[in-house]
């Protein structure tokens, strides 16, 4: 960020919340039928938004090592299924490109994903799971 467009910037939220503070001093009169001029305005929750210029990331693609293997399986339960036996991936160990059918559990530290028996779960080349659905079911 250059200096000059964050000297702008600075210039512009100042100006703004001098703006703010007289909006607030010429209203709350007329809003709260008093108005005390000498106090100091606290902004007790500030929100704003920004649009500038930003440098694209570079996000890595994952090689292809992993296994496809489950660490175990559990029942779980599906409303439309009832009670299953379940394989359990573990999500750190899964490969690129992998494909995996429901119903399956996907385990890691932070989260837990399940893949109904209708749907499948794909590991793309960024190891984001994509969860895709069918509407029919099949046999």
């Not at 919340?17 to 209203?27: G, H, M, P």
């Not at 709350?28 to 704003?48: A, C, H, K, P, Q």
């Not at 599906?78 to 379940?86: A, E, H, I, V, Y």
Request: net charge negative.
């Amino acid at each position: 960020m250059s200096n000059e467009f964050e000297e702008n910037w600075t210039t512009q939220v100042r100006k703004g919340v001098i703006e703010l503070c007289v909006l607030n001093a010429l209203s709350s009169g007329r809003l709260y039928g008093y108005d005390i001029s000498e106090e100091i305005i606290e902004l007790v929750n500030f929100t704003m938004t920004a649009i500038g210029p930003t440098e694209k990331p570079q996000i890595a693609k994952l090689e292809r090592t992993g296994t496809l293997e489950p660490k175990g399986e559990r029942d779980v339960y599906f409303r439309s299924d009832g009670w299953l036996q379940t394989p359990i991936y573990e999500r750190a160990s899964l490969p690129v490109e992998a494909r995996i059918d429901g119903p399956a559990v996907i385990e890691e530290a932070m989260s837990t994903t399940l893949v109904h028996p209708s749907q499948a779960a794909e590991v793309d080349e960024y190891g984001n799971l994509v969860i895709h659905t069918s509407t029919r079911r099949e046999a």
